[in-house]
């Protein structure tokens, strides 16, 4: 089954890339290498705000982690041209997330992010990761995520 057959079975479209919310690039792509700026959970309901450990659950930090993941693989398809299938591999997550100084659970926030890409790629989703928390993040975002990955 193609990348694109498999987010489809998962009921995920991928959105437009989004565009950068400052001054950089949302990739760069260097021979077989795109680096992914940091995403954050942006989908058409809007930002999911939220600090883990003071008004956020784990579960929710999860599926923002999820829809970080979205917008990453919607950057790697703009960056291969609009063909996801040139993705070979996700190589590197790192997971920020905001959360209080006494609030230990990053990882299973970052899991969130973690488990859709194998789910949606298989062994091509398989990666290193670090997830670290961060005292805030831009317009009061749980998460935000940036990736390496390897094209074709």
Known sequence: MSFAEKLQSLG???PDAPAPAANYVPFVKTGNIVYVSGQIPMNESGMIKGKLGEDMEVEAGAEAARVCAINLLAQVKAACDGDIERLVRVIKLTGFVNSTADFGDQPKVINGASDF???ALGD???HSRSAVSAASLPFGVAVEIEGIFEVS
């Open 12 to 14: 995920v479209t991928l």
């Open 117 to 119: 890409m194998v789910e």
């Open 124 to 126: 091509a989703g398989r």
